[in-house]
Nanobody, 122 residues
Framework: VQLQASGGGSAQAGGSLRLSCGES????????LGWFRQAPGKEREFVAT????????FYGDSVKGRFTISTDNTKKMVYLQMTSLKPEDTAVYYC????????????????WGQGTLVTVST
């Protein structure tokens, strides 16, 4: 499974950004796609996940009500719409694919994209 994330950039606090991640594989299918983020000097943390076929979603507490994860199954894309951005949302955002479950832990995910930087200024 190969993952290609895009859409990162700079925004002001209160603004919005949308991240995209394309999934491609000729041999296996992801069960769920998720987003994690890692701020400088901090551990990678869970942001959101969605089941490919079920549409079941989970969100990290720090983004609930502000971020929305969605998919376009025909294009094999997953999106993260980020609104009401805060400076503490500044991080490198990674998309990841899980083969077996819709999980919220790093170890639930089998494949990782390269990351895209989001910077939120005051």
């Amino acid at each position: 499974v190969q993952l290609q994330a895009s859409g990162g950039g700079s925004a002001q606090a209160g603004g919005s950004l949308r991240l995209s991640c394309g999934e491609s594989s000729s041999t296996v299918s992801a069960y769920a796609l998720g987003w994690f983020r890692q701020a400088p000097g901090k551990e990678r943390e869970f942001v959101a996940t969605i089941g490919w076929g079920t549409g079941r979603t989970f969100y990290g507490d720090s983004v609930k009500g502000r971020f929305t994860i969605s998919t376009d199954n025909t294009k094999k894309m997953v999106y993260l719409q980020m609104t009401s951005l805060k400076p503490e949302d500044t991080a490198v955002y990674y998309c990841a694919a899980a083969l077996h479950s819709v999980g919220v832990y790093l170890y639930d995910y089998d494949y990782w994209g390269q990351g895209t930087l989001v910077t939120v200024s005051t």
